[in-house]
């Protein structure tokens, strides 16, 4: 089992639909990046989140300690946010500390 | 205020050939990652730096690849010889001490 998974991976949608994509992480964690990667692009850190919500513009993100997962909210979509979104979580122990761990990411396609 | 540089934006070699891939963080970040990323799957870390010191290589793959970071600033990551199996995006990041993350552009090698 990866230590950090994501789902769905693949997610089409039409303009204007609503997204959500979510992250389970089974390790300790210090915060957990959101990002974001266009095809043929670099990565793009959309959210860093220890506790709670972040929004910016039409992105949400928040995060559930205690359960161990986050999603990411896109509302009102648009083809632009056509991406691959990364969850990944900075780990708190042992020698690997401060090391990322990177989910699979999600394929997100919003069609116009 | 750049963001992390990297170059050479593409490479492409012969087999058992040398490479060597070249970042600059953003200033004042004292941890610098390398990572590697297969086409469609998450980045997979190779090093990690701390200042100069690099505190996991655990993942990297001592027998044809190093890397160096002597001032603690800038970074090159080097493969030698190359394998066709090392065709892939060799990614630098750099994150400040607030743990935000940037990363560069990549760096796309194909071996053939």
């Known amino acids: 089992k990866n230590e950090v998974e994501q789902s769905p991976q693949n997610l089409t949608a039409q303009e204007g639909e609503f997204i959500t994509i979510n992250c389970s992480y089974s390790?300790?964690?210090?915060?957990l990046h959101w990002l974001q990667q266009h095809p043929g692009g670099g990565i793009v850190s959309l959210f860093m989140?220890?506790?709670g919500k972040k929004k910016h513009g039409r992105l949400i993100a928040t995060i559930n300690i205690q359960e161990k997962h986050s999603s990411l909210h896109i509302t009102a979509s648009h083809p632009r946010d056509s991406a691959v979104y990364i969850c990944?979580?900075?780990?708190?122990?042992?020698?690997?500390?401060?090391?990322?761990?990177f989910g699979k990411g999600t394929k997100l396609s919003v069609k116009p | 205020e750049a963001g992390v540089v990297q170059s050479p934006r593409y490479k492409i070699i012969e087999k058992k050939q040398p490479v060597a891939f070249w970042c600059n963080p953003i200033?004042?970040?004292?941890?610098l990652y390398w990572y590697l990323q297969n086409l469609g799957q998450g980045p997979e870390l190779l090093i990690r730096?701390?200042?100069?010191?690099?505190?996991?290589d655990s993942q990297l793959p001592k027998d044809r690849f190093s890397a160096e970071r002597l001032k603690g600033v800038d970074s090159t990551l080097k493969i030698q010889p190359a394998e066709l199996g090392d065709s892939a995006v060799y990614l630098c990041?750099?994150?400040?001490?607030?743990?935000?993350?940037?990363f560069g552009e990549g760096s796309r090698l194909t071996v053939l």
């Open positions: 390790v300790g964690i210090s915060a």
């Open positions: 730096y701390e200042n100069e010191e690099a505190v996991d």
């Open positions: 989140l220890s506790s």
């Open positions: 200033s004042g970040h004292n941890t």
């Open positions: 990944a979580v900075v780990t708190n122990y042992g020698g690997s500390q401060g090391n990322l761990i």
């Open positions: 990041a750099s994150s400040s001490i607030t743990g935000e993350l940037f």
